[in-house]
């Protein structure tokens, strides 16, 4: 299957403060992104929709400028948390698809954000 | 609203016997359902997936089985195997499998030796 990466794997940071992580396609191009986030013991819930070049269309109760996306290449997509609180801590899972092979979606290993 | 459920929260079965995982939605509108793996500190790892117009798929050890008219699929596991013990996630998709998944809560599977 495809390979796809996060970075970084875990993140502990002050409330206030912004983190960016990256998800990347290694030996793909994924025309489509996604973001999802994940509590403990609870499913994975999409936080939005990336498509390179575009805006990411954010799910409903997802604050976009809380949230920035940007997809600005076929291989990379970046989630930055702005102004982080403790209720931010969670586990933040992308996934990459290249739709126009209709293949399905694959995850990238997660990162373990801890505002503190 | 929670449009795909897996009602069982865990699931304990001895090597060598079938693992039956469920899973449960509300939309009629969905038309590709799939099975996800994961592990602790993990991205799921896809397993199997199958169409609405399908009522079975089989990969190997794997088999989802989908009733429409229940609103329900099932994945089958057998032999289990210990390097089974996983949580599962069943997904659902409006769009086909390009579309966005919405995720059940999982079913943490332990396959004892």
């Known amino acids: 299957g495809a390979v796809v990466s996060q970075h970084p794997s875990r993140v502990i940071c002050k409330s206030g403060t912004s983190v960016k992580i990256e998800c990347r396609s290694l030996?793909?191009?994924?025309?489509?992104m996604f973001w999802y986030r994940q509590f403990p013991k609870q499913s994975l819930m999409l936080m939005a929709t990336?498509?390179?070049?575009?805006?990411?269309?954010?799910e409903q109760g997802v604050e976009k400028d809380k949230f920035l996306i940007n997809h600005a290449s076929l291989t990379l997509s970046t989630l930055t948390v702005t102004s982080a609180h403790p209720e931010d801590s969670s586990f933040y899972i992308c996934?990459?698809?290249?739709?126009?092979?209709?293949?399905?979606?694959?995850f990238g290993p997660g990162t373990r954000l801890l505002v503190l | 609203d929670q449009q795909v459920k897996q009602n069982s929260p865990s699931l304990s079965v001895q090597e060598g016997r079938i693992s039956i995982l469920n899973c449960d939605y509300t939309?009629?509108?969905?038309?590709?359902f799939l099975w996800y793996k994961k592990y602790p500190a993990e991205g799921p790892t896809f397993l199997i997936s199958?169409?609405?117009?399908?009522d079975k798929n089989e990969d190997g050890r794997f088999t989802v089985f989908l009733n429409k008219s229940a609103k329900h699929l099932s994945l089958h596991i057998v032999p289990s195997q210990p390097g089974d013990s996983a949580v599962y996630f069943c997904?659902?998709?409006?769009?086909?499998?390009?579309?966005?998944?919405?995720f059940g809560q999982g079913t943490t599977l332990q396959v004892k030796p």
């Open positions: 996934s990459a698809s290249r739709l126009a092979l209709g293949e399905t979606q694959y």
């Open positions: 030996d793909f191009q994924a025309t489509t």
């Open positions: 990336s498509n390179e070049g575009s805006k990411a269309t954010y």
């Open positions: 939309n009629s509108m969905f038309d590709y």
């Open positions: 199958i169409s609405s117009i399908k």
């Open positions: 997904a659902a998709s409006r769009s086909g499998n390009t579309g966005k998944l919405i």
